[in-house]
């Protein structure tokens, strides 16, 4: 069974930085793209970074580009979202997601068939 076990959110004041890790179980994490969601209250999950399974290709919501950067350690299992210059409307829950298909760069929400239980990230003005 496929987990997907989120850490590192938390309080940080505009202009901060925070790093995000994903822990994955359950099957060959090197096979599987990987993806980060987030969701504010009232709106819809979005699409935030995504990563191929090999690492090199790497994909980012305009909202993010330049501040955000999505990396995958294949011997860890682990996926991370290093956030930087962070404002208050990045404040949401992030979620890490992974595909059902392996070898497949998965490019819209729908295509995500596992989730985390996500972390809370606040934004201080």
């Known amino acids: 069974q496929v987990q997907l076990v989120e850490s590192g959110g938390g309080l940080v004041q505009a202009g901060g930085s925070l790093r995000l890790s994903c822990a994955a179980s359950g099957r060959t994490f090197n096979w599987y793209s990987m993806g980060w969601f987030r969701q504010a209250p009232g709106t819809e999950r979005e699409f935030v970074a995504a990563?191929?399974?090999?690492?090199?290709?790497?994909d980012y919501a305009d909202a993010v580009k330049g501040r955000f950067t999505i990396s995958r350690d294949n011997a860890k299992n682990t996926v991370y979202l290093q956030m930087s210059s962070l404002k208050p409307e990045d404040t949401a829950i992030y979620y890490c997601a992974a595909p059902g298909a392996r070898f497949y760069y998965a490019a819209r929400k729908t295509e995500y068939s596992y989730w985390g239980q996500g972390t809370q990230v606040t934004v201080s003005s």
């Open positions: 990563i191929s399974w090999s690492g090199d290709s790497t």
